[in-house]
Nanobody, 121 residues
Framework: QVHLVESGGGLVQAGGSLRLSCAGS????????MGWFRQAPGKEREFVGR???????VYTDSVKGRFTISRDNAKNTVYLQMNSLKPEDTAVYYC???????????????WGQGTQVTVSS
């Protein structure tokens, strides 16, 4: 069992930065791939990126070069550093844990509650 809690969302102007954190509990946290997803109003949940248990990272094309995922296994925490934010990045952001670690949300077993990110133009 893994319990996830996100934090760090908020309101920021276009071009600004935010860092989201996802704190996990459970002794097996390091065995999981950690994914970040987002969902804007009226849209489907979208893959943002993921970091595997071994540290390999994949991003969706729309955030490459702007977002950075990292994980600190000693703290059971995963981060999403978001730079050069755009209004189209506005969404509720979720972290998730899964053994497979793909870009598909249904391969993740545990989800956080989500944190709102709003980017104003």
């Amino acid at each position: 069992q893994v319990h996830l809690v996100e934090s760090g969302g908020g309101l920021v102007q276009a071009g600004g930065s935010l860092r989201l954190s996802c704190a996990g509990s459970g002794r097996t946290f390091t065995a999981y791939a950690m994914g970040w997803f987002r969902q804007a109003p009226g849209k489907e949940r979208e893959f943002v990126g993921r970091v595997s248990w071994s540290g390999s990272i994949v991003y969706t094309d729309s955030v490459k070069g702007r977002f950075t995922i990292s994980r600190d296994n000693a703290k059971n925490t995963v981060y999403l550093q978001m730079n050069s934010l755009k209004p189209e990045d506005t969404a509720v952001y979720y972290c998730a844990a899964g053994l497979l670690g793909s870009s598909s949300w249904n391969n993740y077993n545990y989800w956080g509650q989500g944190t709102q990110v709003t980017v104003s133009s």
